[in-house]
């Protein structure tokens, strides 16, 4: 037979093809490792804008109602009935729950921006993404009590109760979600900014789920 045909075939070595590992957003691992920068500006987009547009939204409101009605207590319509002597009990406690909730909002602002870079990408997102249909969802509300004064209608009001529901519920969530990180999460945290944080996340929620979705509504009718 051929000699060829007898040859043994060379035997080739392969060596195992390594592609250099990409760069992918581990969502288990803390963001303050892969992106720190990006965390508080998703903090930021989430709360502090929509936040300032919010009290945009009201500054207009009041001037709006003060110009239009100087004679039938302008802005102070937004207070419905609870302007009546009888509910002055109610309408102070709802001041110094306003007060409460406003003083509350900071340092809960400062334990979001502080645990931001030290939790996950999902819970971040998570936390984040609540508070901002929030405040999409309070934009809502002072252009309809605007319009409801200037025309009642049954329709409307029932839409003003609606959002008052929807942000209450997201604010809700949202105070959840926030308050439930646990310490191990954040090492980094002190006590003392933790307790803060959870407890003027707590009133800020409370107020808005309770005082402004259920209470406040009947006296606006």
């Given at each position: 037979?051929?000699s060829?045909?007898?040859?043994?075939?060379p035997?080739?070595?392969?060596?195992r093809?390594r592609?250099?590992?990409?760069?992918v957003?581990?969502?288990?691992?803390p963001?303050?490792?892969?992106?720190?920068?990006?965390?508080w500006?998703m903090?930021?987009?989430?709360?502090l804008?929509?936040?300032?547009?919010?009290?945009?939204?009201?500054?207009?409101g009041?001037?709006?109602?003060?110009?239009?009605?100087?004679?039938?207590d302008?802005a102070?319509?937004?207070?419905?009935?609870?302007?009546?002597?009888v509910h002055?009990?109610?309408?102070?406690?709802?001041?110094?729950?306003i007060g409460?909730a406003?003083?509350?909002y900071?340092?809960?602002l400062?334990?979001?921006?502080?645990?931001?870079?030290?939790?996950?990408?999902?819970?971040l997102r998570?936390?984040?993404?609540?508070a901002?249909?929030?405040?999409l969802s309070?934009?809502?509300w002072?252009?309809?009590?605007v319009a409801?004064i200037?025309?009642?209608s049954?329709?409307l009001?029932?839409?003003?109760?609606?959002?008052?529901?929807?942000?209450g519920?997201?604010?809700?969530f949202?105070?959840?979600?926030?308050?439930?990180i646990?310490?191990s999460?954040?090492?980094?945290i002190?006590?003392?900014?933790?307790?803060?944080g959870?407890a003027?996340?707590c009133?800020f929620?409370?107020?808005c789920?309770?005082?402004?979705?259920?209470?406040?509504?009947?006296?606006?009718r």
């Open positions: 037979g051929s060829l045909s007898q040859a043994p075939f035997q080739t070595r392969y060596r093809c592609l250099p590992p990409r760069r957003l581990d969502m288990d691992r963001l303050m490792e892969q992106n720190s920068a990006g965390a500006k903090v930021a987009a989430s709360y804008i929509p936040g300032i547009v919010l009290m945009g939204t009201y500054v207009w009041i001037v709006t109602l003060n110009d239009q009605y100087p004679d039938d302008g102070m319509q937004l207070w419905g009935r609870l302007r009546e002597p002055s009990v109610l309408l102070n406690l709802y001041f110094v729950c409460l406003t003083v509350g900071f340092p809960s400062a334990y979001s921006l502080r645990v931001a870079s030290e939790i996950s990408p999902k819970t998570t936390i984040c993404g609540l901002l249909c929030y405040y309070e934009w809502l002072m252009p309809m009590c409801y200037g025309e009642k049954s329709t009001y029932l839409l003003i109760r609606l959002n008052l529901l929807t942000s519920i997201l604010v809700v949202w105070a959840y979600f926030l308050c439930s646990p310490a999460a954040a090492p980094g002190g006590s003392v900014l933790r307790n803060l959870r003027g996340t009133m929620a409370l107020h789920a309770v005082l402004d979705a259920i209470v406040w509504p009947p006296f606006f």
